[in-house]
């Protein structure tokens, strides 16, 4: 997650207070409130209530972001923690397999804020189709699972009043209605008809299916078993 | 996401049945990364603030293209935060400014 932190004119510096039944908890400078990470909202303290301005972000390899944004900067850290695992495409592909049946604590999820709610894609359920299209909050939206696993993308699938019902192609998704085919790291039809047109990005977080849960109770599933859509 | 304790262990070799080492190595590959702590609560004070202090450009980056990366776009300013700095608490938020725009990122 990344976000603004600036709020009604003050500047925000953020750090770790722990975890609470496992999810990260944020404190500011100066005012000390405390904030949940997943939802960038102050649980409790002087700014209790207030809501962070989540930027969109993209969580994948370092080689395609690359390619997405060659004049990309890199964040260095001073001094890399001694012990860590690492996490690249490899190892967090094979996380998003599993056996099937309803969400579980450790699901890699999806997650969408919407104006009224919150709705998530569990990963391990996209990697059959790879593409899932639903509709959230009377919005018609396609998710996308890179071959790899390791990176997904939300988008609206609506143009000119025209919904567009999409599947994957390798690593591009494809329209049913027109034929074209899309870029779904950019959202830009690349191929078709509707060649340079983009579709418009619907901003994700991605979170583990516990801390989504925890922070969202009523979320809704997507394409889940109704044990899932009954929370 | 949240991974704040040591690894938990416990991977159980039950049989050397091919498939059932498949399903051991997803199960662990997602034990490592995925891990449920759901119960978890361990709040540890006011860790110190950590600030994005050096960046480099792409050509600098010690980076492999597999690595995973959270990345960003701030007023045309792309920058791409390496997940693998943001293990433990201490680390999980940084604290950076992209052009002119204050950003907070967190794994």
Redesign the interface.
Known sequence: ??????LEGR?????????????????D?PT?SRWS?VAGRAVAGPLSGTQ?QK?????????R??A???????????E??AR?????????G??A???EGPA?????VIGLEGTAGSAAFLVRRLVETRVANEVFESRPIVAFLTADF?TATVWTRSLDGRVLTFSAKGDQLQDTETGSVWDPLTGRSVAGPLEGRTLANVPTS???W??WR?QYPDTRVFAGPPADRRR | MVRSAPWRRGIVWCSTVAAIVTATATSRAQERLNRDRSGHTEIRGELPIKTATRTVERAQASLKDQEIVIGVVVGGHARAYPVNLMWSPENEVVNDTLGDTPIAASW
């Open positions: 997650m990344v976000y603004a932190r600036d500047r925000l510096e953020f750090g770790a207070l722990g975890a609470e039944d496992g999810v990260l908890v944020l404190y400078r000390h990470q962070l930027l969109p972000s993209l969580v994948t390899t370092w080689g972001w690359k997405l944004h060659p004049e990309t900067t890199v964040y260095v850290d001073k890399p923690p860590r695992p690492r996490f690249n495409e490899e190892s967090v094979h996380a397999l599993g056996e579980r604590n450790e699901d890699r390791t991605s979170a583990l516990y801390a925890a």
